[in-house]
Structure formats: C-alpha cells, structure tokens
C-alpha cells in the first residue's frame, strides 16, 4: 500500500530526516553548503522550509538559508550584479541561499517541482528571484530544474547558473 506524502512546511519534529537527506547529499558531494544539526534547527524554527515527507520522514526538501554565510553568498551577489549590468538578468530581490534535496528512491515523483513551489509560496512577497547553482556534472539536476521553470544562465566558474522567479515560472 502507498502511503500519501505530505507537501508542507518543516516542523521541528522533521529536523533529524531533514539532517539525514542533507547529509546523505554532502557525502555525495552534490551540496557545498553544510549546515550543523543546530544551524539548520535555526533555519526550520525561524524560516519557511518546505518539504515532502512520507511517513513521518522528508524525503525532499527545497530551504533558503538568511542566517549563515556558507562562504559562497558575496561571490553570487557579485555573479548576479555582473548579469544585471549585462542585461542578462533583470533587476529584482535575490535570495543567493537555496538549498534542495531529495531521497533518491522519490526522484521522478514530482516532489522536488511541488516542495519548490511551497517555498516560492512562502517567499514571493520578500523576493522576486531565487539563485541555485548546480555542481558540475549533474545531468540529471540541470534537465528537471529545466522542467520546473528554472532558467540556465550558464556556467558562473562554480557551477551552472540557474535562476527561478517566485511569482511566475515564465519570467
């Protein structure tokens, strides 16, 4: 029997499958950006992070990160601002932070598009664009990012640029 999978915001009671999936995806050297149980305690207590969760587990997660510096924020403002003098970007509200992640037995499903579009839910007053940048080599991430409306703006030296807006998947 399928269980129904919950698409919801995080609670503190999912901290520790949430820990677990983002570390699972740091040994797989697909996250550069590495919270502490306790960092991400913070974000889920005091953000909007959105999940999927299947038997009381997440089995994906999308989370902006506001609190901490994971070494990368200053040289994407600096990507985006390059863009934006280029023309190539427009000018708006970028949140520089995102962080997504899911189960590998749970791709295919869906879950990473409908976690997305909880938190551009939440966040669609506070920022017009979300930033991710996709490790080089992960086919897979940059052809359903495609297919969840992220638009690719090349390679930015530290992976492949992709941009979201919060309001509209065609802007």
């Given at each position: ?65 506001p609190?901490?510096?994971t ?35 749970y ?8 976690v ?40 930015v ?15």
């Amino acid at each position: 029997m399928e269980t129904q999978i919950e698409i919801r915001r995080a609670e503190l009671p999912d901290l520790n499958s949430l820990h677990e999936l983002h570390s699972y995806w740091i040994d797989k050297k697909q996250i550069k950006q590495v919270f502490t149980t306790e960092q991400l305690e913070k974000i889920v207590a005091e953000c909007d992070v959105a999940v999927a969760v299947d038997n009381l587990k997440v089995v994906s997660y999308y989370l902006l990160n506001p609190f901490f510096d994971t070494g990368n924020v200053e040289q994407r403002k600096e990507i985006i601002k390059k863009l934006i003098e280029e023309g190539r970007l427009k000018e708006g509200k970028y949140a520089y932070s995102l962080q997504a992640g899911t189960e590998p037995t749970y791709t295919g499903r869906g879950l990473n598009r409908k976690v997305l579009n909880l938190l551009r839910e939440f966040y669609k007053d506070k920022y017009d664009y979300f930033i991710g940048i996709m490790p080089y080599g992960n086919e897979a991430t940059e052809k359903s990012s495609l297919k969840m409306g992220w638009k690719h703006h090349g390679d930015v030296g530290i992976g492949m640029l992709a941009v979201i807006s919060t309001k509209d998947e065609n802007d």
